[in-house]
């Protein structure tokens, strides 16, 4: 069996043996985090459709709010279906171009949820009431 020397750092001329199976052996199997899937475009839309409908039905959202969300959607609705005209599959660029756009729309919708506004705040057509 071949031994390496391996100085010690910081122990001047102090030299520890090892046996180079040791160093060469690889570790125990660690758990790797699997691969990430693409999730499926349908349902990445039903997800951010239903968490804008939680919103407006929960009042985190203001009905003007939903309607931007909502004409956000729409637009990256219509950028799939131009996507798919040329060759009805998604090229990767397209996919992760839309993956891009969705993950903007979801960081949208929490934002929008998450701030201080409420649709208590504002009246039935969206309008801010300042009644404070």
Sequence with gaps: MKKLLIAAAG?????????????AAPAAPSAAPAPE???NINQRQANLERRINV???NGSLTRAEAANLRRVFGNLERLEQRYRRSGNRLTRAERLDLDQR??????MIRAERHDAQTRRDHDRRGY???RR
Excluded: K
Aim: proline share 4%; charged share 20%; aromatic share 10%.
């Design 11 to 23: 122990l001047g001329m102090f030299a520890a043996t090892v046996p180079a199976t040791a160093i």
């Design 37 to 39: 899937r693409w999730i």
């Design 55 to 57: 919103g407006v039905r």
């Design 102 to 107: 969705f993950d903007r729309l979801s960081r």
């Design 128 to 130: 801010q009431n300042n």
